[in-house]
Every structure is written in C-alpha cells, then in structure tokens.
C-alpha cells in the first residue's frame, strides 16, 4: 500500500489530480510559476479547502484532526513564517534542534540570533529543521534551497537522502531539474492544466 | 433638585464654536468642511429627535417601549461596529458578530446593573434602563470595533506566522493565540484608561450631568464609580465574545486560517 495517495485532488485552475507516493519516494514537482504547485501542496496539507481524497497508509484524511494530519504530512513553505523572536523558542527540544542545524549545515549558536537578523537561506535552512522535529512521515517541500548557496544546498540535499532512506516520503516542489533528478525518479509535470506523472 | 435651564440663544452661542474647526479646516486645506457641516447637522437632528423620544418613552413606563429602543440602540451600535472596520468579513457576519456581542452584553448589563443593583421600581424604568444601556453600548461598542479590527488585521498582516503554526500541527485557537491577546489587549485599553483618568482627568459625563442637574456630589460619583464598572465588565464580556466570534470565523472546523472569508479592505 502506498504511504500517501491523493485521489482526484481538486486545485483552482488544474485538472484533479491523481498519484500516489511509497515510503522512501521522492516526487518532484515540475511546472512554470503559477501553475499551482504551492497550492498543490497546500491542499494535500489540508491548509486550503480542496475537493477529491487524501490517504495516508490507507487513513483518509478526515478519519484524522486536521492538526495530527499535519503532523504527520508536513508542509515547508517557501517564505516560511516566524512567530517568536528567536529560533529556538520554536523548537522544543533543544539538543535535536542543535543536532538538526548541524546536518543542514548551521552554526548551534544562530539558533539564538533574532529571526530578523537571519539571512534568507540561514531561515530557510532552519524552518526545514523546525519542521523535522516530529519526524514526520510526509514532507511537502516548496522550493527548500531556492535561497542557498551550493555548500549550502549540499547540505540540504544529503540531509533529504538521509531522510528517503529512513523511510520518509517527500513531494518536491523545485525549479533546479539538476536537483530534482539527485532526488527522485519521478515527476509531476503541470501543464496546460493538467499534472502528468512520469519518470525523470 | 435645581438647574439652569438653557435657552435656545446659550445653545446658538456654543455652537458658533463650531465655527472654530470650519475656520481651521480651510486654512489648513483639511477637507473636512462638508463632513463637519453633516455631523454637526447628524448632531443636532439626533440629539434632538432622542430627547422627544425618550419624553414619550418616559411617560410611558412600558416594557415594551422600552425594550423597543433598547434594540433599536444595539441594532445602530451592531452597525456603527461594523462601519468602523478597515476589513470586514463576507456578507453579514461582522455585523452579525458585534450585534450579538452587543445584545448579550445590554442585556446582562442593563439586568444587573438597574435590575439587582440600582433597583428602581419597576425596574424596567426606562429613566434608569436607556441612559445605562446607553452608556454601556457606547462604550463596548468601541472595545468590539477596535478588537476586531486588530484581531482581523492582525491576522492578514501575520498570515505566514499563524500557517506555519498549523502546518507544524497547531490548532487554530492556539495559533491565533498571540493575535487573540492582543486583539482582547487593544479592546480594553479605552476603558482601562478612561478608568485611569476618571475624576484627575477628566469628570465623566453620567456625573457631570448629574452635577449639573443638581444631584449631590458625593452620590453622582457612586452612581457614576457604579456604571464605569459596568461599563469595564461589558466591555471585557463584549470583546471576548466577538473577538473569539472573529477568530472562529476566521478558521474552520480542519484548523484552516480562512482569510477568504474576508472582503477586500476599504480604501
């Protein structure tokens, strides 16, 4: 059984869309801007109303709250938000926090520096490490290295490795192709309307 | 009980005053002539039109009058709330939210305050029940529109912080938690100051005319202290109830943060 199905999910502008996703898997979603790939993400997140069907491990979505689904597929936004001064309040265990900047790449100590003096991609990198705290089973990734240097993307990028090889599945939406076929064998196009899936 | 009574001539000469914010509004180009010339007419013809009205109603002792303008107070008030918001939601759901609030917090209010507290007889007499509901609408009135109004803003302006609380599995109160703060913070501020001000500042208006009309000073200032707490509870019961009305709106039952609910801000 697949770890995440989405069945005729319905987004403003697309086609329903349709495919489904293993343990392990990486899915790279592919299109110009504006087609809907944010909101494709967020509708599987359950943050926008969407018509069509969710599964994870064969639950429906709606078997779950909306705040354990959440927990269990996670989103990333691209802008992620912050909403207490510094990074560490939004972590609550303090030793994982530290270990998770290590693997991305961060100096411990900006876990203390105030949001606002954050570069883009130090906030990038750190809300990604917000957002693996719980070990989620599902992350939902928009443009996580679209604001990092090449060391810095590495570093992302082997840290994602680890995690599909855990067992983590990951929907990936990226605009480097050269990234996305480092880290997943099939795509989801969007087009013309309409989200196509095929190999790499 | 004695007082000057005042002719028609004292109130032309106080209203020349007027003349003061006409003169400054055209030779600093402000522009409010014609909306100062309307409010003061608004002024005049409602103050005037209220004073026959609650004559009649005087006379009457009546339940049912009573009750009457009391609604019609809370429907006006629901509406002034309403008018007040920079952005408010589709159809009638702001002023659904502050007409509600308003209604539960006159009628608690008013049955508590004149009915177990002032106590006069019978206890709906509506000398005692209009101006104290009056006094309480005015002023929750304010404490609702300024909490809506922050909470509603607040939300938009911090759309990513509240989402990536839900994405990382917050539920929608906690979420909302530091927007509700200060949205209940900003709606009592007014009466907490007013409170703080009250008699160094300021005397209040209840007691001034209640001074005027030849009442004791020592008993217009407990009638007075007893309305400013009224007025603090109303307001704290007022804006709790629309302000977590609001952010009920502003989310659904999957703990979404549904800022489509809204209308597009005025201006």
Redesign the interface.
Same mark, same amino acid.
């Given at each position: 059984m697949a770890l995440l199905d989405v069945a005729a999910l319905e987004i403003p502008n697309l086609a329903p869309v349709s495919f489904t996703l293993e343990r392990g898997e990486c899915l790279a979603v592919q299109g110009p801007s504006g087609t809907g790939k944010t909101l494709l993400l967020r509708a599987i !997140? @359950?943050? @926008?109303?969407a018509g069509g069907r969710v599964f994870l491990d064969g639950l429906e979505r709606n078997a779950m709250? !909306?705040?354990?689904w +959440?927990?269990h597929v996670?989103? !990333? !936004?691209a802008?992620? *938000?912050?909403?207490e001064a510094t990074p560490r309040r939004h972590f609550g265990d303090a030793v994982k926090a530290e270990a998770l900047s290590k693997t991305l790449g961060l100096a411990a100590s900006l876990l203390d520096r105030p949001v606002a003096e954050l570069s883009t991609g130090e906030r990038q990198r750190l809300?990604l490490a +917000? *957002?693996l705290m @719980?070990d989620p089973a599902v992350l939902l990734l928009d443009e996580p290295t679209a604001a990092l240097d090449p060391k810095a993307r590495s570093a992302v990028e082997r840290c994602l490795k680890k995690l599909l090889t855990a067992g983590t599945a990951i929907v990936l939406v990226s605009h480097d192709r050269a990234q996305a076929k480092r880290l997943a064998r099939r795509k989801l196009a969007i087009a013309g309307g309409r989200a196509k899936v095929g190999a790499l | 009980m004695t007082y000057v009574q005042l002719t028609f001539f004292d109130l032309a000469g106080a209203a020349a005053l007027i003349l003061v914010n006409g003169a400054l509004s055209l030779a600093f180009r402000l522009g409010m002539e014609r909306s100062l010339a309307v409010s003061t007419l608004r002024m005049c013809v409602q103050l005037g039109a209220i004073g026959f009205v609650l004559k009649f109603i005087f006379a009457q002792t009546s339940p049912a009058w009573t009750l009457g303008l009391g609604l019609v107070m809370i429907l006006v008030a629901g509406r002034e709330i309403a008018a007040r918001q920079e952005t408010s939601f589709e159809g009638l759901w702001t002023y659904g939210l502050g007409t509600a609030s308003l209604l539960f917090v006159g009628t608690l209010g008013t049955v508590f305050g004149v009915g177990a507290l002032i106590g006069p007889e019978p206890w709906y007499t509506p000398r005692y029940v209009i101006p104290v509901l009056g006094m309480l609408l005015g002023n929750t009135m304010t404490g609702i529109s300024l909490g809506l109004d922050t909470l509603i803003g607040a939300a938009r302006r /911090?759309? $990513? =912080?509240? =989402? $990536? /609380?839900? $994405? &990382?599995? $917050?539920?929608r109160f906690e979420a909302l938690k530091?927007t509700l703060r200060r949205a209940l913070r900003t709606g009592m501020m007014p009466i907490v100051n007013a409170m703080a001000a009250s008699g160094i500042v300021a005397l209040p208006g209840m007691m001034t005319g209640q001074i005027l009309s030849g009442v004791d000073p020592v008993e217009a200032t407990k009638y007075q202290l007893l309305i400013m707490f009224l007025i603090a509870g109303g307001t704290a019961l007022g804006v709790l109830v629309a302000v977590l009305g609001a952010a009920w709106r502003l989310t659904? =039952? #999957?703990? #979404? &943060?549904r800022l489509d609910r809204l209308r597009a801000s005025r201006g």
């Open positions: !997140a @359950d943050l @926008d109303p709250s !909306a705040p354990e +959440r927990r996670r989103y !990333a !936004a802008e992620p *938000g912050w909403w809300a +917000r *957002g @719980d | /911090q759309k $990513a =912080e509240i =989402e $990536a /609380q839900i $994405a &990382l599995g $917050a539920a530091p659904d =039952e #999957r703990h #979404r &943060l």
